[in-house]
Every structure is written in structure tokens, then in C-alpha cells.
């Protein structure tokens, strides 16, 4: 396979999971799948990722999904 053809999937994949996460979280049901309220949502935690507690909020948001992660992990057992 050529090489763009590899790069195309490896990106498409990537965006499938990160919408995914957006159906995981529940945001896409809670807001009846507006991609334009989606898209202002992820504008909004940019900008919060903008400011001056961008180290702190970040540590906030990987903590909780870690803690997500793992709750789902162990109910699926």
C-alpha cells in the first residue's frame, strides 16, 4: 500500500476515535448530536487549555478520564 494511502487511514482512525470520545462521554447525546454546540464545547476547553492554569486543568481532565477509563474497565469484568 502506498505510503499517503497508509497515512490517510492512520488519520481517518484517528479522528473516528477522537469522535468516539465524544459519544463516550455522552456529549453528542446530551446536546442531540448539534455539532455546532459539539464544536463550541471543544472551542471552550481550548480556550480554558489557553489560559494560565493550562497545566492545571489539563492534570484536572486526564485524572477524570483515567478515573473513567478504569471505572468502565472494571464493570466490563
Known sequence: MREWAIKRR???RHLIE???LA????LAD????DRAAI???LLDCAGRLGGDDHDQVLMLWKR???RA????SEQAR
Open 69 to 72: 477509563f478504569e471505572s468502565e
Open 18 to 20: 477522537l469522535g468516539g
Open 30 to 33: 446530551l446536546i442531540a448530536d
Open 10 to 12: 492512520e488519520r481517518t
Open 39 to 41: 464544536y463550541g464545547a
Open 23 to 26: 459519544v463516550k462521554a455522552g
Open 64 to 66: 477524570r478520564g483515567k
